[in-house]
């Protein structure tokens, strides 16, 4: 009976682990579909264009509960991650990190200092960007819509759908659709 109860316990927590994500050399949770580029917003547009997917840019910070929080919990769910894989481009950006990042009006600044020019406070934050940008403005001026916290799984797919779908041309805000959306899957 003994063995039988450690097999369940060992079990279960393979099974977990399965769904953790890695934490890099810098702290911050790494995902499959999370891109290492030379974090040049103009660049990694180009590349999320040309594999006809949306730019996400993700900022978070080392120690950040509601970072762990959505890789655990909202990020590991088959099919957000899947989602994700299929529709986005996704840079993480360090909130206190050193890497310089240029920024789509040309600016180049440490990762610590392009969050502070984009007025970012919390994490984690996601960007979305549309498909075209011009050179004379930067990121959080042309951002379609920002994710400031974490977000349960069923607000964060529907709003992945959302910027896929461009609602945010639409007299639909993403409020709206939202609620239409977990009406729509009995939730």
Request: hydrophobic letters at 45%; charged letters at 25%; a negative charge.
């Amino acid at each position: 009976m003994k063995n039988l109860i450690l097999a369940g316990v060992t079990l279960v927590a393979m099974a977990l682990g399965a769904f953790a994500s890695e934490i890099g050399d810098d702290g911050l949770h790494k995902e499959t579909w999370m891109r290492d580029t030379f974090k040049d917003l103009r660049e990694d547009l180009g590349e999320a264009n040309a594999e006809d997917k949306r730019l996400m840019v993700i900022v978070e910070q080392r120690g950040c509960v509601y970072c762990k929080k959505m890789h655990e919990e909202v990020f590991s769910v088959p099919e957000v991650a899947e989602y994700i894989t299929e529709n986005f481009f996704v840079v993480q950006i360090n909130m206190f990190g050193d890497v310089e990042v240029t920024d789509f009006d040309g600016t180049v600044l440490p990762e610590k200092d392009m969050v502070k020019k984009w007025g970012a406070l919390f994490t984690p934050m996601i960007l979305f960007f549309p498909e075209e940008v011009t050179e004379d403005v930067g990121a959080t001026q042309v951002a379609v819509a920002t994710m400031p916290g974490a977000f349960g799984r069923h607000t964060t797919f529907n709003m992945l759908n959302w910027v896929v779908e461009k609602g945010y041309e639409s007299d639909e805000p993403f409020q709206k659709y939202h609620a239409r959306k977990l009406a729509e899957q009995g939730n």
